[in-house]
């Protein structure tokens, strides 16, 4: 099974917390490392989800993992159980015959078509809730609506998960922003860097790509670009920021679970104070009131 339709996603995925900054193996964080999903001599991981599909349903499914930081993999045997007429589920376990870290399996449908177990719509929600895993996460990947492909992940992804546009490459240590991590390395002393250069491997490789880094490629990550519409009204402030052009430095949600966009204006004098987070010069408009530019 070819691994491309998975990527760039799940060997992201594999190799988080792999190397934690600053990279060096000096580091206490790295001299005791550790990664998600990290399944000791003799620990199983496992999976089950729904299929769909009008006759027997066949399908390939991999183990993905890290061996002393090497990635690797192996086959498995998927089982399938009817469990009505078009609806089957499917059956995966692997069991560590050594250390492995951050396990993970791969899965794609020959025959059949997964369900999400997310949102498996109120036809198939009672058997996606008897539906049991150990200590993965199955979100269909690919392109929407691709139902062929799955990753069981120890990380809870979404649905459809992808990696920003903006990124460069794995920090491995990206529950921190890029831009961050890219700002953090650059500024390691020289005998840091010198350890990192030595030691080789992927630190190296992240060191590298940093240093490489333009202000173009750091202000790509600093946020997106958008154009503010927003809707009508009696806000002063709604009127002399209509059609500027704005920064967007957070996505959040309110107790309703509706998104909103806080935005910074590039020309605003006051900007360190909104990148700050303070009130009067960061802005909060719907996903429906900007345009990406």
Known sequence: MTPNPFEPLATTVLREGQVLYPYRASALKNQHPFTFGTLA??????????VECGSEPTAEAELHFLRADTPA????????????????KMSVRAT?????????IRCRALNGAFISAQDP????????????C???????????????????APIVLEDYPRIADQSPGDFCDSTEMDELLTLRILTLSDAEKAEIRAAGGLPAQILARSEASTPGTLASLHGARVR?????????????????????????SDMEGN????????????????????????FFFTPAEVEPL
Not at 236 to 250: C, P, S
């Open 96 to 104: 560590a015959a050594e250390t492995l870290g951050s396990a993970q």
């Open 228 to 252: 503010l519409h927003p809707r009508p009204g009696p806000d002063l402030f709604n009127r002399l920021l209509d059609g500027k052009e704005a920064i967007v430095q957070e996505i959040a």
């Open 259 to 282: 998104l909103h966009l806080a935005v910074v204006l590039p020309d605003d004098p006051g900007r360190d104070l909104g990148e700050l987070r303070q009130v009067g010069h960061r």
């Open 121 to 132: 719509g109120p036809a198939y929600a009672e058997a996606a809730a008897a539906c049991r």
């Open 134 to 152: 150990q200590g993965l996460y199955p979100v269909l990947v690919g392109a929407p609506p691709r139902r062929d492909l799955l990753l069981a």
């Open 41 to 50: 001599c003799g620990e199983s991981c496992a999976l089950e989800i729904l």
């Open 73 to 88: 993999s192996i086959a498995l045997a998927p089982r399938f159980v009817p469990l009505a007429p078009g609806l089957w």
